[in-house]
């Protein structure tokens, strides 16, 4: 069936450089994507999210890039910090009514110093 | 802190009882959604309700319902126990259907 999923499932990266997340969705009615982070023990955090009028967002040191044509979402962070280190989920919006999020499988980012 | 409340933190219970998990939304929410999330499922949409009235539905198996009251917060009841309903269960709250869910520190659910 149609499902959110994730190409890398852990992402290693040096204190400083930048991450990119990736993403890939299957159902191209979806028009609402969100990015969320979840460190251990705690429930998903909000991060970012873009509509499918737009191809691209930022917000505070991240940007989120959608491209419809092949069904890509990235999240992109800037000079990372160890704070960032988490697991990052993807979620689409199906239902066009934002009821329902289906989330991809997860991203584990480790950042090293 | 997201502003969602959520209790308990941690439930211990064996198979075949009955459990209610309470959720209190961000103060201005209208909606809240239910989610669980387990190691082989990941996070998996239950239901959501917006002033009171159920919205939608996911994967909720028949022996768990909710429901959303005057005062807006949710309960989420789960029966007849499994050992495979052992999970985290999230609850997710936004000002109406469409905006960015916020997602409260959850209940971890261990059955026994």
């Known amino acids: 069936g149609e499902s959110v999923g994730l190409h890398l499932p852990t992402l290693s990266v040096q204190e400083g450089d930048n991450s990119i997340i990736n993403c890939a969705y299957s159902n191209s009615a979806s028009d609402y994507f969100i990015w969320y982070k979840q460190e251990s023990g705690k429930g998903p955090q909000f991060i970012i999210d873009?509509?499918?009028?737009?191809d691209k967002r930022q917000g505070q040191r991240v940007t989120v890039l959608l491209n419809k044509t092949v069904k890509h979402l990235s999240l992109q962070i800037a000079a990372t910090q160890p704070g960032d280190s988490a697991v990052y989920f993807c979620a689409e919006n199906r239902d066009n009514a934002g009821n329902m999020l289906t989330f991809g499988g997860g991203t584990r980012l480790m950042v090293k110093p | 802190d997201s502003g969602v409340t959520q209790t308990p933190k941690h439930l211990i219970t064996a198979t075949g009882q009955r459990v209610t998990l309470r959720c209190s939304p961000r103060s201005g929410d209208l909606s809240v959604y239910w989610y669980q999330q387990s190691l082989d499922q990941g996070l998996q949409f239950l239901i959501q309700y917006y002033n009171g009235e159920e919205r939608a539905k996911g994967n909720i198996l028949e022996r768990f319902s909710a429901q959303q009251f005057p005062d807006l917060h949710s309960e989420l009841n789960l029966s007849s126990l499994e050992l495979g309903d052992s999970a985290l269960y999230f609850c997710?709250?936004?000002?109406?259907?469409?905006?960015?869910?916020?997602f409260g520190p959850g209940t971890r659910l261990t059955v026994t």
């Open positions: 997710a709250s936004s000002v109406a259907p469409g905006y960015e869910q916020y």
């Open positions: 873009i509509r499918s009028n737009m």
